[in-house]
Each structure stands twice: as C-alpha cells, then as structure tokens.
C-alpha cells in the first residue's frame, strides 16, 4: 500500500472548517483514498473515500487533485466531538484483501 | 443489528499467562482481522483470515496465534513469548470485495503486570 504522511496534530475551535492534508506521492493507479475517525479506546470509523476530484457525504468532503499525489478531508464547522485522531490509507481494496495500514494519524482538537 | 463484538473490554493478567481474545461477528462478512494499538500510533496488523480454517500472519504476528473454525468467531491468542503484550487489541472484519470500508469491534485493552 503506498504510504501517506499527514500532520501529526492540528487545533481548531468550534465552528470552524478544519483541513486535514495528507500526502501520497507513490499512488498507484488502482489507489482509493480513504479516510476514518478513531475516538480514544474505540475502533476506527469510515468517514468517505475517494478516487478523484471530490467527494462529499454527511460529514465530510474529500478533495482529490488532479495528479492524485495529496488529497484534503475537510470537515465544516467542527464541535468538541469532532476531536480524535483521522488517518489517510490509500490502497487497491478492489482484490478483496482489504489490508489496511494505518499510519499514526493526525490528531484534531477542538477547542470551545 | 448486525455488528461485531469484542468481549472483554478491560483485561488484566500476570505476566507468563497466556490469554485468549474473543471476536465475534454476525455480519456474514468472510474476512476477520486482528490489529494492535498502542498509545499514540497507528493500528497494525496481526494475524487476517480470509475464509474459515485459513489464516495468514500480519506484520506483527509473533507471540500471538489464532484460530478460525468459525466463520463468525476468530479468536486471538496472546501468549506469553509475546515480550510487550500490554495494548489496545481491534478485531474488524471488512464486507468484502470492492467495498472499501472495514468494520472494527469495539476493542479490548489488555494489561499485562
């Protein structure tokens, strides 16, 4: 699976949009981006996905690029319970070995 | 209501005890996984199952085994070769081929002393 960096921690306050930017320079053709939501001492939660251009769905958008070689979750004016940790995975699931590896994600807190 | 359970929660041991995870899933999904969490990183994989009585090792596979008789239940072993056991372990279970989203279990956080 191509590895993706994304920072390791961001600040917000409620309310306001939040970015999240991950990089995938060695994606591969076949590559969806996908993102999830942990909550401490909870299992990860699938957020939206995505192969390019945009996506969007109840909580969030996905911005894709042309190149494909980033991708942004934003997520519109937060709450305290957006705080958690959002990992990028990027991979072919498409085989059915639906292998994911997380890096260790990037941490958002938001503040009142 | 479909889902998958992790039973327990909260799981204490003594250190040279051996320990048995239990996951269970009424999702009919084929594919049960095993990951370890410990604070502050990512998740990785352990031991993955991808149909009854076939089980492949993870990155992270020493110390540990599994077993999968059933296709609602994939147990994970954690034994006492494993050096730092003490973790947060998810078990998850994707639907299948072309769907991207993985279901994960609630967790069980295990501490060994």
């Known amino acids: 699976l191509a590895k993706t960096t994304q920072p390791i921690s961001m600040d917000s306050y409620e309310g306001q949009e939040v970015n999240i930017t991950c990089s995938h320079n060695?994606?591969?053709?076949?590559?969806?981006i996908t993102w999830y939501q942990q909550f401490p001492s909870q299992g990860p939660r699938f957020i939206i996905q995505?192969?390019?251009t945009k996506v969007t769905n109840e909580v969030a958008s996905l911005f894709i690029p042309a190149d494909r070689k980033s991708s942004t979750l934003s997520l519109p004016r937060v709450s305290l319970s957006d705080t958690a940790v959002y990992y990028c995975?990027?991979?072919?699931?498409?085989?059915?070995?639906?292998?994911?590896?997380f890096g260790a994600g990037t941490r958002l807190a938001v503040h009142p | 209501d479909g889902g998958i359970t992790q039973s327990p929660k909260y799981l204490f041991r003594k250190e040279g005890q051996n320990v048995t995870l239990s996951c269970e899933q009424n999702?009919?999904?084929?594919?049960m996984y095993w990951y370890r969490q410990d604070p502050g990183q990512g998740l990785r994989l352990i031991y993955y199952s991808q149909i009854v009585n076939d089980f492949q090792k993870g990155d992270i596979a020493e110390g540990y085994s599994v077993s999968r008789e059933k296709k609602e239940s994939f147990p994970l072993t954690v034994t006492s070769a494993q050096k730092n056991p003490t973790a947060f372990y998810l078990c998850a279970a994707p639907p299948g081929q072309g769907n991207y989203e993985q279901y994960f279990g609630p967790g069980t956080r295990l501490t060994v002393t």
């Open positions: 060695n994606i591969a053709t076949n590559d969806y």
């Open positions: 999702l009919n999904h084929d594919a």
């Open positions: 995975l990027v991979g072919d699931f498409s085989g059915g070995y639906n292998k994911l590896i």
């Open positions: 995505g192969y390019k």
